[in-house]
């Protein structure tokens, strides 16, 4: 935690839709058909603000707001009212093509830092990655995406290989899948040193020869086996 004592924010974009939003699309009469079949839930034309003052249309039925950039000087009358939903260059929802908008606002996802309960030196984070019917590809592809968010906050002082020490994959329930980055890297470190001093046999020698031709050519098999080993058992739990 001492690495930063300030929570961090931060948008995430996934290559696949995580959650099922109603999107409200502020644009011109010209782009309403663009922006429904892009997900919309419901257009509103600038001229229209009022409605959302007045109480004719509900800011509450909706998870997320986009509009044009023509159309984001109109909205700064209702700033009050759509409060964080407001739509914000950095989060993508402000765009000059209203699809584009609209994308964003249903791939990107935010993040944030929050005081871990168990650990008074680290920080959680804690958001959606896919749904459960999601092939193990994009699962593994979010995650990726995901780490990669997290490393652009990391300080040079600490390795990208520890400075994510605990993942947690949930689809609800109790099927979970853990993963201490600190317990695997010992392992994992301690795996290394066997190898390198392991006494073989000459029958042992020419048969790990065959199998591997090089130090590093048997390394990266195991480092292939971690792999697989977490593919399939994620694989069960999809299963059940």
Known sequence: ???YQRRVRGIATFSEKI???RVLAVCD????????EAGATMCLDPTDIGKITEGEINIDDYESVVCTTACLKSLAKVARVLRAKMPHQRKGTVND???TAIRASLMNVEWETVDSQNHSDFFNITLPLFKADFPITTIKDHVTTMFGEIQKYRPAKFKPETFVE???LSIGGDNIMHLDIREHNAS???AEVTVLKKRYTREETWELRD???SKQAYLDAERAKIG???ENRWESVMKE
Do not use: P
């Open 1 to 3: 935690k001492q690495w």
């Open 97 to 99: 093509n209203i699809g």
């Open 19 to 21: 959650r099922d939003l």
């Open 29 to 36: 009469s010209g782009a309403h058909g663009a922006a429904m």
């Open 166 to 168: 605990r993942v947690e």
């Open 188 to 190: 994992y470190k301690q």
């Open 228 to 230: 697989a080993f977490l």
């Open 211 to 213: 199998q591997a031709k």
